[in-house]
Nanobody
Framework: QLVESGGGSVQTGGSLRLSCAASKFGGRSYCMAWFRQVPGKDREAVAAIEPDGTTWYEDSVKGRFTISQDRSKKSLYLEMNTLTPEDTAMYYC???????????????????????WGQGTQVTVSL
């Protein structure tokens, strides 16, 4: 239901744009988020967005990452600029219809129980 793309390898300071195709979410109001995970650590939310465009960002990505959506294309995006090695991770797209807010969709325990997930796309940032 959710398919990520756009990951890859870049050098420090580079940019990537991740995309998430949400083909089966048409016609419903839902919130979406981007999470990332490195081996040995919990998955963490980095950005979230509500149907009305309200956004939330994790502190370390504020000013560098931009989450956006195109509901007509059933797509979610994450524009990532000024990347650092600390951004290296598997990035996951997640969606949930209810409860729907940036405050809930960014919570791993909520999304683990209720959300829908993609398979992830790897982002690797080298020095």
């Amino acid at each position: 239901q959710l398919v990520e793309s756009g990951g890859g390898s870049v050098q420090t300071g580079g940019s990537l744009r991740l995309s998430c195709a949400a083909s089966k979410f048409g016609g419903r109001s839902y919130c979406m988020a981007w999470f990332r995970q490195v081996p040995g650590k919990d998955r963490e939310a980095v950005a979230a967005i509500e149907p009305d465009g309200t956004t939330w960002y994790e502190d370390s990505v504020k000013g560098r990452f931009t989450i956006s959506q195109d509901r007509s294309k059933k797509s979610l995006y994450l524009e990532m600029n000024t990347l650092t090695p600390e951004d290296t991770a598997m990035y996951y797209c997640a969606a949930n219809a209810e409860p729907c807010s940036v405050g809930t969709v960014r919570r791993l325990e909520v999304m683990t129980a209720l959300g829908h997930w993609g398979q992830g796309t790897q982002v690797t940032v080298s020095l």
